[in-house]
């Protein structure tokens, strides 16, 4: 289903903005000429040419939208002074709350998102949380914007979306901290680092699609190798054993703890 609703998106020239509207205008969702999008310093990053009105007035950006993405970086919504009243205001900023959104801009209506880096492929997990008097046409809307770029899925709850920002928000970080892991140890161990750094890829870029999609379970995979108790049972004790779900337990709640805790 296409975007009927007039849409603008305030630092719409920015990285995950334009990675958010590439996504849509790929899949067809979203027309060019129903499109504003704003900036402080008039430049239009990747969507250079993009037949839609370009501002640097956010004011005229509100005017001419019904939906108004906030796609600016966290320090800099204090500066952004619009009345978001009567519109669908969209957030997908990392850890400013419902309540500080419609307190600086007064809207009613918000849905805060949290995309990730991997919008970019059309890969991101992108949960969203509806406050207020978000409309079915709007719920519909946000579904279209975001299943464009990936996965999306309404959460029940704000906190959601703040534990997603340390927990999906990392993109691609924790695999490749897996990867650099794998790696230190296949060097040190006698393995050629190019050697190393390509199989580790490999297994974490590919191999993992074994419990990609939807019927697919990390936790069966595990345990069918824990029961094969062959030398791959070895290892995975002997991670469980010395630390490693209390290592990653400790960094998520650091991430938390860095963000504020529960907003
Ligand atoms: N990047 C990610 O992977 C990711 C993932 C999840 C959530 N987020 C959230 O997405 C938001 C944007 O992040 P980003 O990575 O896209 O940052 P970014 O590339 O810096 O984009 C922000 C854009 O906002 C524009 N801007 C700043 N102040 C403005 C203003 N007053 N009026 C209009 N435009 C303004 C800036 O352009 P000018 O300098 O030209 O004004 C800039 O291009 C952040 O809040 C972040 O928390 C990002």
Known sequence: MAIAERLGVIGGN???????????????????????LSSRTGTQGRLQGLAAVWTQDNAELVDRSEVVILSVRPEQFADIAVDLRGKLAVSVMAGISCAAIADHTGAERIVRALPNAAAAIGKSFTPWYAHGDVTDAGKALVRTLFAASGEEV???????????????????????????????????????????ERATKSLLCDATQLFAGPDGSAAAIVQEMIDYKGMIAAALETMQQTGFQASVSAGLRAALAKAGGRS
């Open 154 to 196: 309404e959460v029940p709850d704000e906190f959601h979306i703040d534990y997603s920002a340390a927990l999906t928000g990392s993109g691609a970080a924790f695999p490749a901290l897996l990867a650099v892991s794998l790696q230190a140890e296949a060097v040190d161990q006698g393995l050629s680092p190019d050697f190393a």
């Open 14 to 36: 920015g990285w995950l903005g334009s990675a958010l509207i590439q996504g849509a205008l790929a899949a067809g969702v979203l027309d060019p000429a129903r499109l504003s």
